[in-house]
């Protein structure tokens, strides 16, 4: 049983680790107890949305980041996004990412939200580096900062948790007893919580436990994509045969295989780890059939040869109340954009 398997399944061997576990929770509550005195030096002249998790794995960030770009574009502001780059390797720091930046120097998810949104992006381990040459090079009102929850050296005037709805916070033990790198508690602290998927009975009793207002949020399969080009084409007029090898590098593969079923497909599953590098013999599978894999993935294989290869896009469908709430804290907080729109700020 993996570790992450482990957490997910509450094993009693790792109550072996509760000391580490401890220690790890008592830092952390140090650390955001005083977060704003920590960031004081740090201020930037437009306000930032913080976009993350206590849990580490994936638990839909990145697709969220997308929908709140576009949600803001449509009320009159200017987004960019600033991003560690988890994996990225380049040249220096801090690095903009383009539509034509490699996912292995910028990173895939940065890569993935660059190309599906055209947003100015940077990024660095140092979240307030980039976030100052962002703001140099691009007239910008807003930042969205891709995951940094605990990246406390960064200002953020909202702050939105996003928590898997399937596995919840697993054991609720921070690392490595559990999965978390905060305590639940610190969900309490945060603008908004937001559930994407359903809620598991064990995720609703820890919500619950929490007296937390969450928000839901869900994932809706959009059209595949051919890798080597070409038009985009929906499950319902897929021409292929269904049974597919499929393709997930993402925190919760499982999820993935599920849409898939839930689409028609009968998918042979290839989970693989979260951010893990790709190339074309990993994807040889000697089976002929057609292969679909996540869009974080796909940003991975654009020079590869799979001429049977498809991507298959999600977009975030968000509950109107993130909408009103993530605008009123924008403009409750003077954090009034240039050319924000009349009538865009929410009762």
């Not at 691009?138 to 406390?152: E, F, K, P």
């Amino acid at each position: 049983m993996s570790l992450a398997s482990a957490w997910y399944r509450n094993a009693r061997w790792l109550k072996l680790l509760r000391p580490l576990s401890a220690l790890v929770e008592r830092v952390s509550r140090k650390r955001f107890s005083s977060r704003f005195e920590a960031s004081a030096e740090n201020q930037l002249p437009v306000p930032v949305i913080i976009v993350g998790n206590i849990s580490v794995g994936g638990t839909g960030k990145t697709p969220l980041t997308i929908a709140l770009i576009e949600l803001l574009r449509r009320h009159g502001w200017t987004p960019g996004v600033i991003s560690r780059g988890y994996g990225a390797k380049p040249a220096c720091y801090p690095w903009p990412v383009t539509s034509s930046t490699s996912a292995r120097e910028g990173g895939d998810e940065p890569c993935l939200i660059v190309r599906r949104t055209g947003v100015p992006l940077y990024i660095d381990p140092n979240r307030v580096a980039a976030a100052r040459e962002l703001l140099q090079h691009h007239a910008c009102d807003v930042l969205i900062s891709d995951d940094g929850l605990q990246h406390y050296a960064l200002p953020r005037t909202v702050e939105i948790a996003v928590i898997d709805g399937a596995r919840g916070l697993g054991n609720g033990r921070c690392l490595p007893e559990g999965p978390l790198r905060e305590p639940p508690e610190r969900l309490q602290l945060v603008d908004l919580v937001v559930v994407n998927g359903p809620l598991s009975p064990t995720a609703r009793k820890q919500l619950t436990d929490l007296r937390l207002p969450w928000c839901p949020m869900n994932l809706e399969a959009g059209k595949l994509y051919p890798l080597a080009g070409g038009d985009a084409i929906t499950a319902d007029t897929w021409p292929l045969e269904r049974r597919v090898d499929a393709v997930a590098g993402i925190g919760n593969p499982a999820r993935f295989f599920q849409t898939l079923r839930e689409l028609g497909f009968d998918p042979i599953e290839h989970p693989m780890a979260d951010h893990a590098n790709l190339n074309e013999d990993a994807l040889s599978f000697g089976s002929g059939l057609p292969l679909i894999m996540t869009e974080k993935d796909a940003v991975k294989c654009s020079q590869f040869d799979l001429a049977n290869g498809w991507a298959l896009r999600v977009d975030a469908q968000l509950d109107a109340h993130v909408e009103q709430t993530l605008l009123t804290r924008l403009t409750s907080r003077s954090a009034q954009p240039t050319g924000h729109k009349d009538g865009s700020e929410t009762a």
